[in-house]
């Protein structure tokens, strides 16, 4: 692969300087380049994946409480995509995907519970920044993106010392400080908004709960305890969840503040998203994992890029928000590659309609815990089908009437004609060799069986089986 002279700080701030002069001419919405110029040439780059954060419920999205000042904050210079949907349901294949550029089903680990690790002939998004001579590291809160599933491969630093941003927080601005002087690569992440809620106290009192109540909401949505609530008792629980985005949210705080404080804001390109969001009971269901309503797979997507923009710009195309992140940051600051998956920088530019369809898949025992078994979804700008393949069975909705997918539309409605795409899009995706590839020569057979034998062989370390405890899995 081409490597590329990377400019260093003070020729950023030079280019940076001129570009000013070009801007005045220019939308404040557009770079002061040429068009096929990157948008941030030898920049820095953060992505920041949020876990389990739905978009409706960040106020930079319109949410009623302000659970999110600090995003806020940083959105009021970046690009936001009002309609970004994840490639799946839960943390281990959307992040995939947004490490690969490549399906979840491509990976083989759309599948829950989990076994299969990523294949080693995807690359990774930090092996082509390392490659390039960018330093990598990894700060993030375990559980599905530990290095056991195969997320350290490219970072010199892959650290997991506690579930939440605040855990990994101090190490991660010590990183910045020692790698400021040369072009990085940082992959931050936390589980703040996970089950159980962890909030503190002022954060509880910010989102209308007594502050002196729990820190956590412990036990929700267990294998035992899975009954919708009252009204009451679920309005407690959202709050909880409001109360952990906002101590996540101050965590991100810290570390916005900390970047300008190293005097990296102006050359650090960020990007903030998650990987699926949360289920209320909008549909009879808790948690995430098994279904693929908006309330899990609309995320938030947000981008700054230095010099870029002046203000805020919202962008309200749909987009697929995890498949699209390597390629994207590789783009914008300019490195060759060969990764898969398709580039947001034109819908960042202000190209429209730049996908015709986003799709998502899951999968996981039919049954169990409510589960319909696999399920993959195509979405449009107006409309959704939802297909629950081992039950033969479809849902379609019209989005543009019915965004909160609460009317199943009449069999004859010609969304259902997007049946044939879907079956398509699941059969174009074949899946990978790698270190699990004793499950591939299985994946031809009958889902049911492939799923079964999952589950059958599944075995993981003792330490990760904890952690993945602390966050409500494995119960």
Not at 33 to 51: I, M, Q, R, Y
Not at 61 to 67: A, H, K, S
Not at 114 to 143: C, D, N, S
Not at 262 to 279: A, I, K, R
């Amino acid at each position: 692969m081409a490597n590329r002279r990377f400019t260093r700080i003070h020729a950023y701030a030079l280019t940076s300087a001129l570009a000013l002069v070009s801007l005045a001419a220019c939308a404040p919405d557009r770079q002061a380049e040429t068009k096929d110029a990157p948008l941030c040439e030898g920049c820095n780059v953060v992505l920041v994946s949020f876990d389990t954060v739905r978009a409706d419920h960040l106020s930079v999205y319109g949410y009623e409480r302000t659970t999110s000042p600090n995003i806020d904050a940083f959105a009021k210079k970046a690009v936001v995509f009002e309609n970004a949907i994840s490639q799946s349901a839960w943390t281990l294949p959307s992040h995939g995907s947004m490490m690969t550029g490549l399906y979840p089903e491509r990976l083989g680990v759309a599948h829950y519970p989990a076994v299969r690790k990523l294949p080693t002939e995807a690359t990774m998004l930090a092996e082509v920044f390392r490659e390039a001579g960018y330093a990598t590291g990894g700060f993030t809160g375990g559980g599905f993106v530990s290095s056991h599933w195969g997320f350290d491969r490219g970072f010199d630093v892959y650290t997991t010392d506690g579930r939440r941003f605040e855990h990994n927080l101090d190490e991660a601005v010590s990183w910045l400080e020692l790698n400021k002087e040369r072009p990085f690569f940082m992959f931050l992440h936390g589980y703040n908004a996970h089950r159980p809620y962890y909030s503190r106290r002022a954060d509880r009192e910010e989102m209308g709960l007594d502050p002196e109540s729990p820190s956590s909401k412990k036990g929700f949505c267990s294998r035992e305890n899975r009954e919708r609530p009252s009204p009451e008792k679920l309005s407690d629980l959202l709050k909880y969840y409001d109360a952990s985005i906002r101590h996540g949210d101050r965590q991100l705080g810290r570390f916005f503040r900390a970047l300008r404080r190293l005097d990296l804001e102006n050359n650090t390109v960020v990007m903030l998203t998650s990987d699926h969001g949360e289920e209320f009971f909008e549909h009879g269901n808790c948690d995430h994992v098994r279904f693929l309503y908006n309330e899990v797979i609309h995320v938030p997507f947000i981008v700054r890029v230095p010099g870029f923009t002046r203000r805020q710009i919202r962008r309200s195309d749909l987009i697929p928000a995890s498949v699209t992140v390597p390629t994207t940051l590789l783009d914008i600051v300019g490195l060759d590659h060969t990764m898969p998956g398709a580039s947001l920088v034109e819908s960042l530019r202000g190209a429209r309609h730049q996908f015709r369809a986003v799709y998502s898949h899951t999968s996981s025992a039919p049954g169990r815990l409510g589960s319909r078994g696999e399920t993959a979804a195509i979405v449009t700008d107006s409309e959704k089908l939802i297909s629950y393949l081992q039950e033969g069975s479809d849902e379609a909705y019209d989005l543009a009437e019915d965004p909160g997918e609460t009317r199943v539309l009449a069999e004859n409605h010609p969304a259902y004609d997007k049946r044939a795409s879907l079956r398509a899009w699941l059969a174009s995706l074949t899946r990978l060799s790698g270190p699990d590839s004793k499950f591939v020569g299985k994946q031809r057979g009958n889902r049911r069986d492939r799923m079964e034998t999952y589950e059958e062989e599944a075995e993981l370390p003792e330490k990760l089986k904890e952690n993945l405890r602390s966050l409500g899995y494995l119960e």
